[in-house]
């Protein structure tokens, strides 16, 4: 099976490209110098004889987005339409991962596969926007949606808590933010798992089971990180206003990945203790795992 991964740089990309080597499958990885999305003729170069594509490639500065929407949406809602068409035309299985922003977050259990889409921030609208694109230009789709990643390929959450706390000897981290931190090895391997299976065209959510907030995160990372859970104080969103809204309630359920007959990736603090040696550089990078 030949695959084709765009934004193959980003944190997710890595990692779905670094898993189909390591089992030997054929794999092009093209990051944003060698491939744009956005471009209908350099795509339709590349698409054809591969037999599935994964686009991670994706306009991911939440609140940038908030002055440069025009940008935000060309990225993520006409290069999802500009891959998708071509992934079609060569007869090619679209992997294509979104987000929880496409969701209000003002729910109070996780949200369906199937649930109403209310974005309130650029970002979220044209994320939104990049769903509807492939599922009309690609009928044999798989659309992931994803949240609070995290992983040893780029900037995120855990590396900046851990770098923070031992510069400062602590910091505030909201409180009544709530969601699903998954690990950038689990979402690929559950990717690879969703193709393998041949799961069903449509909606499925990859992000870890179980829910914590920011601040519980924060104090699972300074604790892998050797400090003492306490050296993060919990505070309100209203303490750090930012340009973009973010969605006080980011969980998502799992039941599409079930009735696919593909277990959901495992739960939050198990796969962070998993994680934590590779993704804070404590030791040796584990592998994904599947559970």
């Not at 294509?96 to 309130?120: C, I, K, M, Q």
């Not at 510069?167 to 979402?187: H, Y």
Request: proline content about 5%.
């Amino acid at each position: 099976m030949r695959w084709l991964v765009t934004g193959a740089s980003g944190m997710l990309g890595q990692d779905v490209v670094e898993q189909l080597r390591a089992r030997g499958d054929d794999v092009t990885a093209l990051d944003r110098g060698g491939l744009d999305v956005t471009d209908p003729a350099a795509v339709e170069a590349v698409v054809p004889g591969h037999d599935v594509v994964v686009n991670c490639a994706a306009y991911t500065a939440v609140d940038a987005a908030e002055s440069d929407e025009a940008t935000a949406f060309t990225v993520n809602a006409v290069g999802p339409a500009v891959v998708a068409r071509a992934a079609r035309r060569a007869g090619a299985r679209l992997v294509h991962v979104s987000t929880d922003y496409v969701f209000d977050g003002h729910a109070t259990t996780p949200y369906p596969e199937d649930g109403v889409l209310a974005p309130r921030s650029a970002y979220g609208r044209t994320k939104a926007a990049g769903e509807w694109a492939v599922r009309a230009e690609a009928p044999d789709h798989l659309l992931v949606r994803t949240a609070w990643l995290y992983g040893a390929g780029g900037a995120c959450f855990p590396k900046t808590i851990a770098r923070v706390a031992a510069e400062r000897g602590g910091l505030d981290v909201v409180d009544d933010q709530t969601g699903q931190p998954t690990w950038t090895a689990d979402l690929a391997a559950l990717v690879l798992r969703l193709v393998d299976a041949g799961a069903p065209a449509g909606t499925y959510h990859g992000t870890a089971s179980g829910s914590v907030t920011w601040h519980g995160f924060a104090q699972a990372v300074v604790e892998a990180a050797g400090m003492e859970r306490d050296v993060v104080r919990p505070t309100t969103s209203e303490a750090f206003v930012r340009p973009a809204p973010r969605p006080p309630y980011s969980v998502l359920g799992h039941d599409a990945l079930r009735a696919a007959g593909v277990e959901p990736i495992g739960a939050w603090d198990a796969r962070w203790s998993a994680a934590a040696g590779s993704v804070l550089g404590l030791g040796d990078r584990a592998e994904a795992q599947t559970a």
